[in-house]
């Protein structure tokens, strides 16, 4: 070793770098080869956020160009591959909050569009011995075996909190054991600690109002991951749409099994059912997949406009159909998956029904009135995020207006400051409306995957009426033949589109468009022409 190897070795600021490097890389190999992986997890996290936090303030500089504009573009792809990395290699509630974001796509760029796309198979199941220990942990060291008289030891299905084992219990019931991935409990109050901080960061580097959503996205994450507030959801979901006279025969939500349920673990009756887009499988089975359609908007739109109570996700994979057991004749729709509800606060359900009745009366000042008491300052954006389709309270929509590059370069420059006056008041924006447009997109999505059979938009106008009918009892006025000319219109726009696609198809081999293929291309433009945002069509589909 030469003298100065041996006097920089000896230097105390040398050696006290070297002795933290060696600590600090036991500490990460040590982590690393944990279950939960907290300090690997939040380290790849911050690094990638501040990273994409700097990538953007260096590089986001829109022109006139199309060369400008191809670097913008390549910048948003770069970035969203860096969080969606993020995403998938920390896993866990990771993957629920890049969910959450992918629902609400259509307002990002394309990129981001895209690659959320690919997040919704990302959910590796973790072993057997891993739902032994959980197990074992929440009920006093039983094994399943005990409990159980079949096991099956290979899930079902996993998703990002939480996989299902099927099983068979000792009196003969077959059910589906849904049993929390052991990491989560440790993850969660670093994961969501490092969501808030960087929402907070974000909003600070971007002066965008970003961290109002934060505490309320918490509460919802964290009781989803708690089985005895799912199994509870459960059960009032079913107690309320029992009372919805329509609905009660049409809809089931499997039974819970309290006594075999825990915090980590829940126990539902097992239902053979068949997910709501799969019309193959339907049409085998001649099950008819238009009215489990009807069926399963109607019962969304319930919740949101009658009880109040809604589920927060509601994937073909969480909505199941089967013939029903006591009339053969009949579909039922079957609603699993209930750890993500939200209860709407009743002055806002009231507000919610009236703004959909403005909506549809076009009452423009009514509408206005109904947002500004939300803090929201551009109702015409609000309207359209609402509807899911262009809305305009003085003109139709033109879907062949033309933006060139220039146009393109100013609505990207004046998109920050729509987007901060859309919500001048954070306080005042009611946080049902997060989730509310998650269940609606994905209901949405839906019905586009069958082809668009059902005219949502008119379904939910009407349980919008019958929501405000719960307080004023009649509705017959001159409002009323104004709102039933409006749906009269929308049904024939309706009928009209379905025929021409029947026709096309029937003449010329031509590919069916749904109402919904048709809202998406104008929402499409809409969005570019009115806010800069480049839509990639398929965000549509969920």
Known sequence: MSIFTRRLLGSTPVRLALGTGLVSSGIFAYDYNTEAQVLTRNVRTFYNGIALAIDYKVNFRPGHTKEQAMKI???????????FDVFESNAGLYIKVGQVIGTQAAILPAAYQRRARRLFDSAPAVPYESVERVFREDFDGHHPDEVFAEFDKIPIA??????VHKARLKNGDLVAVKIQKPAIRQQIDWDLAAFRLLLELYERIFDLPLSWSSNYIEEHMRMEADFIIEANNAKKAWKHLQEEKTLKNKVYVPKVYDEYSSERVLVCEW??????????????????YVAAMKTSIEVFAS??????????????????????????????????????YIQEAEKFRLEYC?????????????????????????????????????????????IDQKVDMKDMYELQVHMKERIKNFLQDQALFPRELIFISRNMNIVRANNKAVGSPINRINIMARWAV??????????????????????????????????RDAANKALFGAKARGLEDILDERMKDEMFKQFGVQVDPAVFDG
Not at 73 to 83: D, G, K, M, S
Not at 158 to 163: C, F, P
Not at 391 to 397: I, M, N, P, R, T
Not at 470 to 496: A, D, H, N, Q
């Open 158 to 163: 996993s998703a990002s909190i939480a996989q």
């Open 271 to 288: 239902i053979d059912g068949i997910q709501l887009t799969d019309t193959k499988a339907l049409k085998k089975n001649g099950i008819d």
């Open 303 to 340: 919740q949101i406009f009658r009880s109040g109570f809604v589920h927060g996700d509601p994937h073909p994979g969480n909505v199941l159909v089967r013939k029903n057991p006591n009339n053969k004749k009949q579909v039922q729709v079957v609603l699993i998956d209930h750890g993500l």
């Open 354 to 398: 009236q703004l959909w009745e403005a909506l549809f009366m076009l009452d423009v000042p009514k509408m206005s009135k109904i947002c500004k008491e939300w803090g929201i300052y551009d109702a015409t954006m609000f309207a359209t995020i609402t509807l899911q389709r262009p809305f305009s309270g003085k003109k139709a929509v033109h």
């Open 73 to 83: 573009e390549q910048l948003h792809e770069r970035t969203a591959n860096r969080v």
């Open 466 to 499: 019958l929501g405000l009918s719960k307080r004023k009892g009649s509705w017959l006025s001159w409002r009323s033949i104004v709102f039933e000319c409006t749906l009269l219109l929308m049904s024939l726009s309706f009928w009209i589109v379905r025929f």
